[in-house]
Nanobody, 128 residues
Framework: QVQLVESGGGLVQPGGSLRLSCAAS????????IGWFRQAPGKRAEAVSF????????YYEDSVKGRFSISRDNTKNTVDLQMNSLKPGDTAVYYC?????????????????????WGQGTQVTVSA
């Protein structure tokens, strides 16, 4: 049984940092394209950052480029999202999502329907 469990969300002031972690069980993260969507109240889910299976590439949404960094730890079977210089606009529920195999991440953002497995979500609130 596949499970994705997110952790690391919370309340942080603008300019602060958080590190989200997605712990996977029932799959090996090296074989899956994994990353993060976020959804703010009243808005559609947005692809934030993804790493393709087998290290073929990564995707970052334009507003997070230079501030967020995604990484994969094959030993721990986790995918982390380091978020720096956080802004109020980053406030949302962040969801980890995974799909088997490689995704072409260079041309367009991943879509929610491409992913088979989802975590329960973790709240990130950026506020003074």
């Amino acid at each position: 049984q596949v499970q994705l469990v997110e952790s690391g969300g919370g309340l942080v002031q603008p300019g602060g940092s958080l590190r989200l972690s997605c712990a996977a069980s029932g799959l090996s993260v090296i074989d899956y394209s994994i990353g993060w969507f976020r959804q703010a109240p009243g808005k559609r889910a947005e692809a934030v950052s993804f790493i393709s299976a087998n290290f073929d590439g990564a995707y970052y949404e334009d507003s997070v480029k230079g501030r967020f960094s995604i990484s994969r730890d094959n030993t721990k079977n986790t995918v982390d999202l380091q978020m720096n210089s956080l802004k109020p606009g980053d406030t949302a529920v962040y969801y980890c999502a995974a799909t088997y195999g490689e995704l072409i991440l260079s041309t367009s953002p991943p879509a929610t329907h491409e992913f088979d497995y989802w975590g329960q979500g973790t709240q990130v609130t950026v506020s003074a």
